[in-house]
Nanobody, 123 residues
Framework: QVQLVESGGGLVQAGGSLRLSCAASGSFFSINDMAWYRQAPGKQRELVAT???????NYADSVKGRFTISRDNAKNVEYLQMNSLKPEDTAVYSC?????????????????WGQGTQVTVSS
């Protein structure tokens, strides 16, 4: 089993910063693409940023220039540095990872989700 555990959420004033972390644990062959999603009350889940295993990144237009996604492959940790936060960034942020496991002579690929962490930005 593979688990993702997020940390770093909280309450911050507009213009402030937060850093989210997502740590993977368990038994796996590799962690591939990783991502951060968010979901605000009454809204659909939104893809915030992605990062490949080699470090290539993509961002939603709404966070470009303010958020930075990164990862430490040696520690199996993904980060989301959020600067210049706005009230509209308020949401539950969840990390996602594509995982490869090797079992009984075969490779298995599947997605794993974290439990989510609340980010609240006050105006």
């Amino acid at each position: 089993q593979v688990q993702l555990v997020e940390s770093g959420g909280g309450l911050v004033q507009a213009g402030g910063s937060l850093r989210l972390s997502c740590a993977a644990s368990g038994s796996f062959f590799s962690i591939n693409d990783m991502a951060w999603y968010r979901q605000a009350p009454g809204k659909q889940r939104e893809l915030v940023a992605t990062i490949t295993s080699s470090g290539n990144t993509n961002y939603a237009d709404s966070v470009k220039g303010r958020f930075t996604i990164s990862r430490d492959n040696a520690k199996n940790v993904e980060y989301l540095q959020m600067n210049s936060l706005k009230p509209e960034d308020t949401a539950v942020y969840s990390c996602n990872a594509g995982v490869t496991r090797f079992s009984r002579g075969r490779y298995y690929n599947y997605d794993v989700w974290g439990q989510g962490t609340q980010v609240t930005v006050s105006s």
